[in-house]
């Protein structure tokens, strides 16, 4: 930062930097300037004016030993105070071009040399290179006159070598391209004498070298022309007319040379300057002199007055030092015979502190980042004043100390740090005013407002607006039913602010938490994912974080504890006595029981808890409600009188047990009681009635069992008649077609021999099922004859074939199948001989085919 390296670089014919004209001394400084991070290297680039736009005055790139890529990263750019901006910097090639054209007439006037100075500014980091373009004259102006005509009247008597002084013409141009010579029209009397003032400006004076007639040439008309020194050379003339006048051999005589003043630039109109004074030895009407200026700007003309009969300069306009530090004029004196004489008047402007420090901010940052490190430049300033010496001495400091501090850079440079670090929860902005105040008397001050916003980061976790919640939901509630609401908050700002609610996965009761209660991660709103039941759960713990959407996320927890509340949703429960619908518990009084005699003690629980628990005893039913009564709170039941013989053995007694909840729930119990001194006389009384009560209950079953049986029977029946028929008409049917003679079949009685493979006459079939074979379907067939087929089992009856003349094999073969088709997998058929062989069915049919 503390590196100046001064570096010009000149085009055309300047003769800047001489030394560095060498291209390896040039390339070394470039090389060097790069090394040192945020040097500053100015240079000087000159070019003529009148140049088109877009012509190249330089490659910046280069010149500063910069990368291209560095100008686009670091978005170089042009800082200028001028109001139009003659210069564009093209960072895609790095070089600098022409945008405006630039006449350097209206830009300087003539003033050399001309120039102007403007800062390229890089970021990232932040570099500043100050440049100045010099702008070099061509000859694009003429010389002018103001006047298109001077006129003379001299006398006849004017001596030789006498001296007239002829208007200076004007050329914006400057240097060698303004006005290097005048040249007088030929003739015989006037010569031409060319002078130049301290400023360099030509003017030129008659000289009268032959002596004037009157009579023989009262006028004369001359020309004379200014010719400037551009190439090719350009020229103004003017016509120059000559009267000769009578005799006046005595000039005017100015008493000074040289006349000095000083006026402030604060001056007010018509004050006074100073005072010229000529004197002319003539008399009469050739002494009076009259004053005029000569020659002068025509922007002086509105600023000072001469008096032409007094000679006293006044300010009737304002001058301005920083305009022009001084002012030169010529003062003519004439007399009544056209003698003149001409002197000096040198005007000294003072300066006042009349202009404040003007604040240009160059580069401002408007949001910085609440942890940006101290030393983080936000704005580079520059202020400049107008006036000069201590009155352009400048002060810029900050009203906003810790945590902004000032740091001058370049000339007129100051950058803006960061003087301390930044919380944006406490400050989130700031107003930062830059105060510049120069050393005049009285001092003028400036002031410019920054306002300058601290951007957040995530540095704060949420925080819950409790250290810890507990909340009651009531059992039994609906799912999903909101039961409370967490709340944090984040003093963070816009995303990292976003809070998000979520529940911590634990354990509860051997369940994770998520299937008992969900959270709505926006709003903090905790719902009921289930049923609860008192009974069962009696509190939930739960941890809730809330994380904010910070990158990387910040987050906290908070326990939650749900206390679940009981409600009457469990009627009381009866423990004794025991309610049976088998058998018979009565208590026993004998009939010598005093008043108050405990005769039982109803016991109940109710598992809610609290009110809901409270249990009170009511007698609801009694078969003498005059002999018992139920103790409210104990639920014992004793006998408030004397035990009689007249009262009934068998007392039946309902009691009712209630709880203490909205609504009540209740429960009833049947206590039965014998009032009796022994046990067989109880006995009796109860069996009847066990019996008659048994009876009851199973009349019902048995009733509806017995249809269901004679159902199934008749149905069946009904199947084998139909069956039957059918059979019997299709054999009638193939008898009827058939053209053989019907003979009647009588069936051959055969021998019991065994060995013979036939079948005895009488011969039994036992069908045999299993005990599963009650959910097989059965079909049966009406008894045909004696017992020849006889199906068992658990509940398969028998059935009897009767001996008829059309029972044959087919028929027995298709009795055998239909009995096979009944059995399920699990059922066993077997067919038995007299003798108590087992017979293979298949293989009785197929002998009686055979035979």
């Known amino acids: 930062m503390g590196f100046f390296i001064p570096c010009a670089m000149a085009l055309g014919n300047s003769s800047f930097c001489p030394k560095l004209r060498s291209r390896s001394v040039w390339t070394t400084l470039?090389?060097?300037?790069?090394?040192?991070?945020?040097?500053?290297?100015?240079?000087?680039?000159?070019?003529?004016?009148?140049?088109?736009?877009?012509?190249?005055?330089?490659?910046?790139?280069?010149?500063?030993?910069?990368?291209?890529?560095?100008?686009?990263?670091?978005?170089?750019?042009?800082?200028?105070?001028?109001?139009?901006?003659?210069?564009?910097?093209?960072?895609?090639?790095?070089?600098?071009?022409?945008?405006?054209?630039?006449?350097?007439?209206?830009?300087?006037?003539?003033?050399?040399?001309?120039?102007?100075?403007?800062?390229?500014?890089?970021?990232?980091?932040?570099?500043?290179?100050?440049?100045?373009?010099?702008?070099?004259?061509?000859?694009?102006?003429?010389?002018?006159?103001?006047?298109?005509?001077?006129?003379?009247?001299?006398?006849?008597?004017?001596?030789?070598?006498?001296?007239?002084?002829?208007?200076?013409?004007?050329?914006?141009?400057?240097?060698?391209?303004?006005?290097?010579?005048?040249?007088?029209?030929?003739?015989?009397?006037?010569?031409?004498?060319?002078?130049?003032?301290?400023?360099?400006?030509?003017?030129?004076?008659?000289?009268?070298?032959?002596?004037?007639?009157?009579?023989?040439?009262?006028?004369?008309?001359?020309?004379?022309?200014?010719?400037?020194?551009?190439?090719?050379?350009?020229?103004?003339?003017?016509?120059?007319?000559?009267?000769?006048?009578?005799?006046?051999?005595?000039?005017?005589?100015?008493?000074?040379?040289?006349?000095?003043?000083?006026?402030?630039?604060?001056?007010?109109?018509?004050?006074?300057?100073?005072?010229?004074?000529?004197?002319?030895?003539?008399?009469?009407?050739?002494?009076?002199?009259?004053?005029r200026f000569s020659n002068m700007k025509e922007q002086l003309a509105d600023v000072f007055h001469l008096d032409e009969n007094t000679g006293i300069i006044t300010l009737i306009g304002q001058v301005d030092y920083e305009k022009d530090k001084k002012h030169e004029v010529i003062v003519e004196a004439t007399d009544k015979g056209g003698l003149t004489d001409s002197s000096k008047v040198m005007i000294e402007v003072l300066d006042e502190n009349d202009n404040a420090p003007a604040i240009n901010v160059m580069s401002f940052s408007s949001t910085v980042p609440e942890d940006a490190p101290v030393g983080t430049t936000v704005a580079i300033i520059n202020v400049v004043d107008a006036d000069s010496e201590q009155n352009g001495k400048i002060a810029c400091t900050t009203d906003s100390s810790p945590p902004f501090k000032i740091k001058p850079t370049l000339t007129?440079?100051?950058?803006?740090?960061?003087?301390?670090?930044?919380?944006?929860?406490?400050?989130?902005?700031?107003?930062?005013?830059?105060?510049?105040?120069?050393?005049?008397?009285?001092a003028l001050t400036s002031k410019t407002i920054l306002q300058l916003r601290i951007s957040?980061?995530?540095?704060?976790?949420?925080?819950?607006?409790?250290?810890?919640?507990?909340?009651?939901?009531?059992?039994?509630?609906?799912?999903?039913?909101?039961?409370?609401?967490?709340?944090?908050?984040?003093?963070?700002?816009?995303?990292?602010?976003?809070?998000?609610?979520?529940?911590?996965?634990?354990?509860?009761?051997?369940?994770?938490?998520?299937?008992?209660?969900?959270?709505?991660?926006?709003?903090?709103?905790?719902?009921?994912?289930?049923?609860?039941?008192?009974?069962?759960?009696?509190?939930?713990?739960?941890?809730?974080?809330?994380?904010?959407?910070?990158?990387?996320?910040?987050?906290?927890?908070?326990?939650?504890?749900?206390?679940?509340?009981?409600?009457?949703?469990?009627?009381?429960?009866?423990?004794?006595?025991?309610?049976?619908?088998?058998?018979?518990?009565?208590?026993?009084?004998?009939?010598?029981a005093d008043v108050g005699y405990l005769v039982t003690k109803v016991v109940a629980v109710d598992v809610d808890s609290g009110q809901n628990a409270w249990l009170s005893y009511k007698l609801q039913k009694a078969t003498d409600r005059a002999l018992f009564e139920v103790g409210l709170q104990n639920g014992e039941i004793?006998?408030?009188?004397?035990?009689?013989?007249?009262?009934?053995?068998?007392?039946?007694?309902?009691?009712?047990?209630?709880?203490?909840?909205?609504?009540?729930?209740?429960?009833?119990?049947?206590?039965?009681?014998?009032?009796?001194?022994?046990?067989?006389?109880?006995?009796?009384?109860?069996?009847?009635?066990?019996?008659?009560?048994?009876?009851?209950?199973?009349?019902?079953?048995?009733?509806?069992?017995?249809l269901a049986v004679v159902s199934f029977l008749f149905i069946t029946c009904l199947v084998v008649i139909i069956s039957v028929k059918i059979y019997r008409w299709r054999q009638s049917r193939i008898l009827y077609h058939s053209s053989l003679p019907v003979i009647p079949y009588y069936p051959p009685r055969y021998s019991d021999t065994l060995g013979t493979g036939t079948l005895q006459h009488v011969y039994n079939y036992e069908v045999c099922r299993t005990t599963d074979s009650r959910k097989s379907d059965m079909k049966t067939m009406q008894p045909m004859s004696q017992s020849l087929v006889s199906v068992d089992g658990a509940e398969a009856d028998a059935v009897q074939l009767e001996k008829q003349p059309s029972f044959n094999i087919s028929q027995m073969s298709t009795l055998v199948r239909n009995t096979l088709n009944l059995s399920n997998h699990s059922n066993k058929l077997h067919i038995t001989d007299n003798k108590g062989h087992t017979l293979d069915p298949q293989t009785i049919i197929e002998s009686k085919q055979s035979r």
């Open 456 to 592: 957040d980061i995530n540095d704060n976790a949420p925080i819950f607006d409790k250290s810890s919640y507990v909340t009651p939901v009531t059992e039994n509630n609906p799912p999903g039913i909101s039961i409370f609401t967490v709340r944090a908050h984040d003093v963070d700002w816009d995303q990292n602010a976003r809070i998000s609610y979520l529940l911590e996965e634990s354990d509860i009761s051997g369940s994770p938490t998520s299937s008992f209660i969900s959270i709505n991660s926006e709003t903090g709103v905790v719902h009921a994912v289930r049923s609860f039941d008192f009974e069962q759960l009696k509190e939930l713990q739960l941890v809730v974080k809330a994380q904010d959407g910070g990158s990387p996320p910040l987050s906290s927890n908070v326990s939650v504890k749900i206390l679940i509340q009981d409600q009457n949703d469990n009627p009381p429960q009866v423990l004794y006595p025991v309610q049976s619908g088998g058998s018979m518990v009565a208590e026993m009084v004998p009939r010598s």
């Open 30 to 291: 470039l090389f060097f300037c790069s090394l040192i991070q945020s040097a500053v290297c100015q240079i000087r680039y000159t070019i003529p004016e009148e140049l088109k736009r877009g012509s190249l005055i330089g490659n910046v790139a280069q010149d500063l030993g910069l990368d291209i890529q560095r100008l686009r990263s670091g978005r170089a750019r042009i800082l200028t105070r001028q109001s139009i901006q003659y210069t564009e910097l093209k960072t895609d090639k790095g070089i600098l071009v022409v945008n405006e054209k630039i006449d350097r007439e209206k830009l300087c006037g003539d003033v050399t040399p001309c120039s102007f100075s403007f800062e390229v500014i890089l970021e990232n980091p932040m570099e500043l290179h100050r440049l100045t373009v010099e702008i070099t004259d061509i000859n694009d102006n003429a010389p002018t006159f103001r006047k298109e005509e001077i006129k003379f009247e001299i006398s006849e008597s004017a001596t030789l070598g006498s001296r007239f002084l002829l208007p200076s013409a004007e050329d914006a141009d400057v240097g060698s391209n303004d006005i290097q010579k005048y040249i007088l029209s030929t003739n015989d009397i006037f010569g031409l004498k060319q002078h130049s003032s301290p400023d360099g400006r030509k003017y030129a004076e008659m000289v009268l070298e032959k002596p004037l007639d009157r009579e023989s040439e009262p006028r004369l008309s001359l020309k004379l022309i200014a010719v400037d020194g551009g190439a090719p050379h350009k020229s103004g003339t003017v016509n120059i007319e000559i009267t000769v006048l009578d005799a006046n051999d005595n000039p005017p005589i100015f008493n000074q040379t040289l006349y000095k003043a000083a006026v402030s630039e604060k001056a007010l109109k018509g004050t006074y300057i100073t005072a010229v004074n000529a004197s002319d030895a003539d008399s009469g009407s050739n002494c009076l002199i009259t004053y």
């Open 638 to 706: 004793r006998t408030i009188r004397q035990v009689s013989d007249k009262d009934a053995v068998k007392q039946r007694l309902s009691v009712i047990v209630e709880d203490n909840g909205q609504p009540s729930r209740s429960a009833t119990v049947i206590v039965n009681v014998a009032v009796a001194d022994s046990f067989p006389e109880v006995l009796s009384e109860f069996t009847d009635f066990a019996h008659d009560k048994e009876y009851n209950d199973n009349l019902t079953f048995y009733l509806v069992l017995a």
């Open 412 to 442: 007129n440079y100051y950058a803006l740090l960061t003087d301390a670090g930044f919380d944006r929860e406490l400050v989130s902005h700031y107003n930062i005013t830059v105060k510049a105040t120069d050393s005049g008397a009285p």
